[in-house]
């Protein structure tokens, strides 16, 4: 599997299987666990949950389905910006590793910009990271202004800023995607698939498709891929979908597809405000 470095380092596989809407629902947990298990058999060793995501309920499910296989498994997880406190990031971080019955989490990130001075913030990453409770830590749905006020000294730390990144959101590429490669950090594109939008749909894209006997979520996934130190998450429960979606990782486009996929949808020309779902 091809990996970014983080600016620590340490290194994360390109391909992760996101679990926002797991662990919402008492019934399912046992299919989404049997999905998670089922990206895990296929090679998928990074997961991205948030204690967001059935306020701790998608952490549960994730930590029934790793039980006992957690060696080799990157987890990202994300704190609420009204946990964003000193005391808050670590309580609310012990939490949620509670719930994944782990001991460490490998990038722990500030779910969006809060009211809390990020200087608070970044003092309890590092106190986690001091205490290998966490590997690296990172902000998620960072515009450019917000990334300019975190303190300079963690700024070249951030192991990613994750951002809405797909074919049709290329709001990063206006400032946010120029400003992480210059600090050499990752960008984790959320939504890669649009949430299943138009995108699958879309004509241009199935031409860029036909050419690899592909689908039209794989040639998505695929172009984010080809941006330089930018990795995907993509969701689904089933398991047909997960293996599909692993498989873009291979998909080499060439010249002409990047072309006509930047034709249909262009990158943005002029100042526009990074997109939120
Ligand atoms: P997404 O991955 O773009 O799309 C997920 C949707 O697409 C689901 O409805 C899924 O349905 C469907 N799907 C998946 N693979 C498919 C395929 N090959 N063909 C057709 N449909 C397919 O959207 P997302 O869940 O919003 O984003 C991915 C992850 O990013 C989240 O789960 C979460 O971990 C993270 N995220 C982070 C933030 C943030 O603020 N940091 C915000 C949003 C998302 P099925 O499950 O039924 O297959």
């Known amino acids: 599997m091809r990996s970014v470095k983080l600016p620590s380092g340490n290194s994360m596989p390109v391909f992760g299987l996101g679990t926002w809407r797991m662990g919402e629902h008492p019934d399912q947990r046992q299919s989404e666990t049997d999905a998670i298990r ?35 498994l990157f987890l990202v997880s994300k704190v609420y910006p009204h946990n964003a406190s000193r005391n808050g990031v670590v309580e609310a971080c012990e939490r949620s590793l ?86 050499g950090v ?32 794989q040639i998505a996934l695929a172009w984010l891929l080809h941006q330089p130190d930018t990795l995907v998450i993509p969701k689904s429960v089933r398991p047909g979908r997960i293996r599909e979606n692993f498989a873009a990782v291979d998909i080499m486009l060439s010249q002409q597809d990047l072309a006509d996929l930047d034709k249909a949808y262009p990158a943005p020309l002029g100042p526009v405000r990074l997109g939120m779902r």
């Not at 058999?41 to 948030?50: N, Q």
């Not at 309890?124 to 960072?142: C, P, T, W």
């Not at 939008?197 to 039209?216: E, F, G, K, T």
């Open 38 to 72: 089922a990206a895990l058999d296929i090679g998928v060793t990074l997961i991205d949950t948030a204690e967001m995501y059935g306020e701790g309920g998608a952490e549960k499910v994730i930590g029934n389905a790793i039980q006992g296989r957690r060696d080799g």
């Open 98 to 183: 509670a719930r994944m019955k782990v001991d460490c989490i490998d990038l722990y990130l500030l779910h969006w910009p809060g009211n809390y001075p990020l200087s608070e913030t970044f003092s309890a990453f590092h106190l986690l990271q001091d205490s290998g409770k966490i590997g690296d830590f990172g902000v998620s749905n960072f515009d450019i202004d917000k990334l300019r006020e975190i303190p300079l000294e963690d700024q070249a730390l951030l192991g990613c800023n994750q951002v809405f990144y797909n074919l049709a959101q290329r709001q990063p590429e206006y400032a946010v995607t120029k400003w992480c490669r210059q600090q």
């Open 186 to 217: 990752p960008i984790m594109a959320y939504s890669p698939l649009d949430q299943a939008s138009s995108l699958l749909a879309s004509p241009a894209i199935s031409d860029v498709a036909a050419r690899h006997s592909v689908s039209n979520a």
